[in-house]
T-cell receptor
Framework: NAGVMQNPRHLVRRRGQEARLRCSPVKGHSHVYWYRQLPEEGLKFMVY????????ESGMPKERFSAEFPKEGPSILRIQQVVRGDSAAYFC??????????FGQGTRLTVV | GQQLNQSPQSMFIQEGEDVSMNCTSSSIFNTWLWYKQDPGEGPVLLIALYKAGELTSNGRLTAQFGTTRKDSFLNISASIPSDVGIYFCAGQSGNKLVFGAGTILRVKS
């Protein structure tokens, strides 16, 4: 995973609860992507963040989803009032200088 | 929006055979990336391509950035059982890193 840390690896939430997914990029990287992956499917872009700035959130659902990348600490993807359809694997990728994106191992969210 | 068409969707090949997969798009990309994803893991970067026409190798893997900047292919030579997995192409342009739907590779030993 080239140093991209995501936690937790697995997260179970009841419908209506909040899910918080964390991503620590490669040391020195200041840009992260978040992607969502359903079983047997590809990676769907959600949001592209720079420290303290959202650059592109065109892939984020309009409601319940938010993301941040503070000056200090990991990037957070927050899903409020989760529903069963939110169950998926969520990956973050850390962007290097050469436009190479390195992925974490993902957080598998299960909504019960 | 930008879309990548990746083919084939899946392949079932004999160990030792060569494999070829490709991605095409109606959009131009500045960078093409190829990833492999094993079950339960995140995608791992295999090869990055930065220039139109560029041909790059990584062991048994070879990838090319199409001259029109709208396509790329990945070849795997002499496949082995550990090549099993899902291979994704990705095109980068501006802020967007767009992924193909993946090629599932199954190797028969």
């Amino acid at each position: 995973n080239a140093g991209v840390m995501q936690n937790p690896r697995h997260l179970v939430r009841r419908r209506g609860q909040e899910a918080r997914l964390r991503c620590s990029p490669v040391k020195g990287h200041s840009h992260v992507y978040w992607y969502r992956q359903l079983p047997e499917e590809g990676l769907k872009f959600m949001v592209y963040l720079q420290k303290e700035n959202i650059i592109d959130e065109s892939g984020m659902p309009k409601e319940r989803f938010s993301a941040e990348f503070p000056k200090e600490g990991p990037s957070i993807l927050r899903i409020q009032q989760v529903v069963r359809g939110d169950s998926a694997a969520y990956f973050c990728a850390s962007l290097g200088l050469g436009a190479e994106a390195f992925f974490g191992q993902g957080t598998r969210l299960t909504v019960v | 929006g930008q879309q990548l068409n990746q083919s084939p969707q899946s392949m079932f090949i004999q160990e030792g055979e060569d494999v070829s997969m490709n991605c095409t798009s109606s959009s131009i990309f500045n960078t093409w990336l190829w990833y492999k994803q094993d079950p339960g893991e995140g995608p791992v970067l295999l090869i990055a391509l930065y220039k139109a026409g560029e041909l790059t190798s990584n062991g048994r893997l070879t990838a090319q950035f199409g001259t029109t900047r709208k396509d790329s292919f990945l070849n795997i030579s002499a496949s082995i059982p550990s090549d099993v997995g899902i291979y994704f192409c990705a095109g980068q342009s501006g802020n967007k890193l767009v992924f193909g739907a993946g090629t599932i590779l199954r190797v028969k030993s």
